[in-house]
C-alpha cells in the first residue's frame, strides 16, 4: 500500500509541480487589475461580469506562462518573472496610450506604440530571465507575497458587499392594497418618461448652440405643455435624483448610499401611492442597465432591456469587461470589442419598443402609472442629430452628445403623439417628461452649474399651469399631480438654487 | 614562459577590446535600430499606401491673391470614421459674391501654412439659414453648405490658416480668401481655432 505522506511529499517533489506552482505569482499579478476595478464597482457589476473577465485572463495568464516556460527550457521561476513582467506591459498599454493621446505629446498610433511596447516587454522579460537564481527567487516570492496580501485584502473587502448585493437584489415587495374607489375611470393615465442626461435647454442654447431648441419648445407649447426653463437637479447621479423624485423627499447625496438609492427606486413612495388609488403600474427599464446590480422594480408590467439580445452575436465584454480591457494591449484591438451596432441592439430596440408601446397599451387596465427611463441622450451616443449611425469609436465621445440630444427630441415627440394619439379626450393623460441631471461634461470651458438645469415639461389637462413657478423644484413633479388628480396633500417643497459646488 | 597552451595563432579585431560587442547584444541594438527606422517610416508608409481619403489634390498654378469675394464661416471640426479610416469632417458654409450661380465652381478649403498649402476639395450641402442671412445677394444659397474630410496624417503638425478657392469650371478663373479662421494640427489633433 502507498503511504499517503509519502504520495503527497512524491507530489510536491514531483516535475510536474514544481513547473506548475511557480505561475501562482503571475497569476496574482496578473488578475490584480480585475480584482482591483471590481472592488471599487462592486456595488454596480454583477459577480458573473467579474468572473466572465476573471476566466479570460486566467487563460490568457495561463497562455504567457505556458509559452515562458517554453522559451526558458522549463525554469519555472525564471518563466514565472518574465510572464509577469509581460503582464505589467500587457496591463498597462491602454493608459499608456491614452495618456499620450491625451497630453499630445507624440503622435499615437497603434501601429507604432503596440510593437514598441511589445518590444520593450519582452525584451524586460527577457532580460529578468538573466537574474541569477537567487535574486530570481526573491522576486518571486516579492510578487507572490505584495499581490497575495493585496488579493486578499480586495477579497475581504469584496465579500461583506458581495453578501449585502445579493440580499438587495432578493428583496420582496409587498404589494399595496387598492382601496375601493369610483373615482378609478376618473383619474387620469399619468406618464413619467425620463431621458438620461437630456441637458436643459438653456444649457443647450449657451453652451452648445443648439438650434433645435427652439422649434421643440414651441411643439410642447402648441401641445398644451407647461415648460419650465430653470429647474435643476439637486445632484448629478441618477440614483441619487430618481429615488428622490418617486418618493417626494429631497435629501443630500452621500457616497455610500446605492443599496439604499435602489431599495427607494424598486419600492417607491409614488408607486405605492398611485397603486392605493387602484393605479396599474407600468415600467419601461433602462437603468438596470446602467446599474445591473439594482433589483426589479415593483410594478405590475416591467419592460427591462434585455442584454441577451446580443447572444447570436458572442459578445465577449459587458461593460466591466470593457473597462478592464481598455487598459491592456487589447485596446489596439477595441474597434473590435467594443459595443458595436449590435451591441446595442438591446438598447435600440428597447427605445422602439418604449416609443411603440406607450401608445398602445389598451391590454393594461386603467388607469395606468407609467414610469420610463430610457437611457437618452446618455452615452453611448448612437446616433446623430439626423438620424445616422455614429461610428463605436465616438460612442462615448462628447462632440457627439449634442447630435444625439437633438435625436432624442425625435424620440420624446414620437411619444408624446403617441401617447396623445391612443388617450381617451374625455380623460386625457398627465404626462412628465424630465431628465435626472444635466450633461456631466468634464471640460475646462464647460460651466459646472450646466450639470444640473434638466428637461421638466408637464401636460396638466385643467391644471392652473400659472401657479407653477419655472424653476421649480423637480421633487415636486408627483406632489404636483397627486395632489391635484387624486386628492393628496403633499406638502411642496421651495425651488432649488444651484446647489452644487463646483469641483 | 611556456606559452604551449596559446600557441594557436589569436584573431586581432581592429575594433579596441572596450568597444566590442558580444553577439547577443549586437543582435538586440539591430532589433532597436530595426525598430526606430520603422517608427519613423510608419507613419509615411500609412499616409501613402494605406490612407485612401482626407488627403490633399493637387493643383496646377499657383493661387491668386487675397480678395474680398467670398464670404465664409467654419462652423466646427469633429473626428469621424468614414469606411474604417479616421478624418476630420470640417463643416460650414460659403459663397462667391460675383457668383451667378454657386453649381459652376469647383469649391476648395486652402489650409495655407508659412510653407505650403495644402487644398481639400470641398462637398457642397444644403444650408436653409444662409439664404435668410443675406437677402441681399442676388444668388442661390440654399446649396452653400459645405463638408470636407481631412487626414490629419496628410499634414505636417503646424498652424494653418483656412482659405477658400473658387475656380469657375468653364474659363478656369480663380478666386482666392484667407479667413479668420485656422487649424492647428497637433501629434494626435486637429483643432480649429479663431484667430482675432
Keep these: 500500500m502507498t503511504n499517503p505522506a509519502n504520495a503527497k511529499t512524491k507530489f510536491f517533489q514531483s516535475r ?47 497562455l504567457v506562462y505556458g509559452i515562458s516556460l517554453w522559451l526558458n527550457h522549463g525554469k519555472a521561476i525564471k518563466a514565472a ?26 503622435m499615437a498610433k497603434h501601429y507604432t506604440l503596440l510593437p514598441l511596447y511589445l518590444f520593450i516587454a519582452i525584451w524586460l522579460a527577457w532580460q529578468v530571465t538573466h537574474l541569477k537564481t537567487q535574486p530570481s527567487r526573491m522576486l518571486w516570492r516579492g510578487i507572490v507575497l505584495i499581490f497575495g496580501a493585496l488579493t486578499l ?61 427652439e422649434p421643440f419648445k414651441e411643439f410642447l407649447l402648441e401641445k398644451g405643455f407647461f415648460v419650465a426653463e430653470d429647474v435643476l437637479s439637486s445632484g448629478t447621479s441618477t440614483l441619487h435624483q430618481m429615488s428622490i423624485r418617486l418618493n417626494y423627499t429631497e435629501y443630500p447625496d452621500i457616497p455610500g448610499q446605492t443599496d439604499n438609492y435602489y431599495q427607494l427606486i424598486a419600492d417607491n413612495a409614488a408607486f405605492k401611492f398611485a397603486k392605493s388609488k387602484g393605479y396599474t403600474s407600468v415600467v419601461f427599464d433602462e437603468i438596470s442597465w446602467q446599474y445591473p446590480t439594482m433589483p426589479t422594480i415593483n410594478a405590475d408590467v416591467l419592460y427591462e432591456i434585455d442584454p441577451s439580445d446580443n447572444s447570436d452575436f458572442g459578445m465577449i465584454f459587458d461593460d466591466f469587461g470593457v473597462l478592464i480591457t481598455d487598459n491592456t494591449m487589447f485596446y489596439a484591438l477595441s474597434q473590435l470589442y467594443q459595443l458595436e451596432d449590435f451591441g446595442y441592439r438591446p438598447h435600440r430596440n428597447m427605445i422602439m419598443l418604449t416609443v411603440d408601446r406607450l401608445g398602445n397599451m389598451g391590454d393594461i387596465p386603467k388607469p395606468r402609472i407609467v414610469y420610463s427611463h430610457l437611457m437618452i441622450p446618455h452615452r453611448p451616443y ?69 450639470f444640473t438645469p434638466i428637461l421638466f415639461a408637464m401636460y396638466l389637462p385643467g391644471y392652473d399651469i400659472s401657479t407653477i413657478p419655472q424653476n421649480v423644484n423637480p421633487v415636486n413633479t408627483f406632489p404636483i399631480v397627486f395632489n391635484h388628480y387624486l386628492g393628496a396633500d403633499i406638502p411642496l417643497q421651495e425651488p432649488l438654487e444651484h446647489p452644487l459646488e463646483g469641483d | 614562459m611556456d606559452f604551449g597552451a596559446h600557441a594557436a595563432p589569436m584573431k586581432h579585431s581592429v575594433i579596441p577590446k572596450k568597444l566590442q560587442v558580444r553577439p547577443r547584444t549586437r543582435v538586440q541594438l539591430i532589433l532597436f535600430a530595426l525598430l526606430g527606422i520603422y517608427l519613423i517610416i510608419a507613419p509615411t508608409i500609412e499616409l501613402k499606401y494605406f490612407l485612401t481619403q482626407g488627403k490633399p489634390v493637387e493643383l ?58 495644402y487644398v481639400f476639395q470641398t462637398t457642397p450641402t444644403g444650408r436653409r439659414d444662409i439664404p435668410r442671412v443675406f437677402p ?61
Excluded at chain 2, 171 to 194: A, C, S, W
Aim: hydrophobic share 40%.
Design chain 1, 16 to 62: 510536474a509541480f514544481k513547473l506548475i506552482y511557480p505561475v501562482i505569482a503571475t497569476l496574482l499579478f496578473g488578475i490584480y487589475p480585475v480584482l482591483y476595478f471590481y472592488k471599487k464597482n462592486v456595488s454596480l457589476v454583477l459577480l458573473s461580469s467579474f468572473l466572465r473577465i476573471l476566466g479570460i485572463y486566467l487563460v490568457l495568464i495561463i
Design chain 1, 81 to 106: 518573472n518574465a510572464a509577469s513582467v509581460f503582464m505589467l506591459f500587457m496591463n498597462t498599454y491602454g493608459i499608456l496610450f491614452r495618456f499620450v493621446e491625451e497630453k499630445d505629446l507624440f
Design chain 1, 153 to 213: 485584502f480586495n477579497t475581504f473587502s469584496i465579500l461583506p458587499k458581495e453578501i449585502e448585493k445579493s440580499r438587495v437584489l432578493q428583496t420582496e415587495y409587498t404589494d399595496v392594497e387598492a382601496a375601493a374607489t369610483t373615482d378609478g375611470d376618473k383619474y387620469p393615465d399619468i406618464y413619467y418618461l425620463v431621458f438620461d442626461e437630456f441637458s436643459g435647454f438653456k444649457a443647450m442654447r449657451g453652451y452648445w448652440h443648439t438650434a433645435e431648441v
Design chain 1, 382 to 450: 448612437l446616433y446623430t442629430k439626423t438620424g445616422e449611425m455614429v461610428d463605436s469609436e465616438y460612442y462615448r465621445d462628447w462632440d457627439y452628445y449634442e447630435g444625439y440630444w437633438v435625436y432624442s427630441l425625435g424620440v420624446i415627440a414620437q411619444m408624446v403623439n403617441n401617447i396623445l394619439e391612443d388617450a381617451d379626450p374625455a380623460n386625457p393623460p398627465v404626462i412628465i417628461l424630465q431628465s435626472d441631471h444635466g450633461a456631466r461634461l468634464h471640460s475646462a470651458d464647460y460651466p459646472f452649474q450646466d
Design chain 2, 60 to 117: 496646377p498654378g499657383s493661387m491668386p491673391e487675397s480678395e474680398d469675394l467670398i464670404n465664409s464661416g467654419v462652423d466646427g471640426s469633429k473626428e469621424t470614421v468614414i469606411e474604417g479610416e479616421k478624418l476630420y469632417k470640417i463643416n460650414g458654409w460659403s459663397f462667391l459674391t460675383v457668383a451667378t450661380d454657386l453649381a459652376d465652381y469647383d469649391i476648395y478649403l486652402v489650409l495655407r501654412s508659412e510653407k505650403r498649402d
Design chain 2, 136 to 196: 441681399e445677394f442676388n444668388l442661390d444659397l440654399k446649396n452653400s453648405g459645405f463638408n470636407v474630410y481631412i487626414a490629419k496624417e496628410a499634414l505636417r503638425v503646424g498652424d494653418y490658416q483656412v482659405c477658400f478657392l473658387y475656380i469657375n469650371k468653364e474659363t478656369g478663373q480663380r478666386y482666392f480668401q484667407e479667413t479668420d479662421r485656422h487649424i492647428i494640427r497637433t501629434p494626435n489633433r486637429l483643432e480649429l481655432v479663431k484667430i482675432q
